[in-house]
């Protein structure tokens, strides 16, 4: 692996730890645009719905890892929406799908 794939990888770690679980870090802005920066030295290109990810920022609750038995089941489905739809290939599109899907009605 390459230093692009490492960066790459390793600041996508650090925005799963970071910013996405239980605390956010006060630097997330930061990590956030380190991990884009990195997938753009790749050659990755910014999808508009990532585009809108990164612009819409500061409306992340604070603790996004906080949450029931009951959203962690709805969150597994959602994956296996979004795995089927990607015919189980990754791309970077997938987490901003995930974002952007339709809040279900408890």
């Not at 605390?23 to 884009?36: A, E, F, G, N, S």
């Not at 899907?101 to 408890?106: A, G, V």
Request: aromatic share 12%; charged share 30%.
């Amino acid at each position: 692996m390459g230093y692009k794939e490492e960066e790459a990888r390793d600041s996508f770690k650090d925005v799963v730890h970071m910013f996405l679980e239980n605390t956010k870090d006060p630097l997330y802005k930061t990590i956030v645009q380190r991990m884009l920066t990195a997938y753009e030295a790749q050659g990755c290109k910014m999808s508009l719905k990532v585009h809108f990810l990164h612009s819409h920022i500061d409306n992340f609750p604070e603790s996004l890892g906080a949450y029931s038995e009951e959203q962690g089941e709805r969150f597994h489905q959602d994956v296996c929406d979004i795995e089927r739809r990607y015919q189980g290939k990754w791309d970077v599109n997938m987490v901003a799908d995930y974002c952007c899907m339709p809040r279900r009605e408890t």
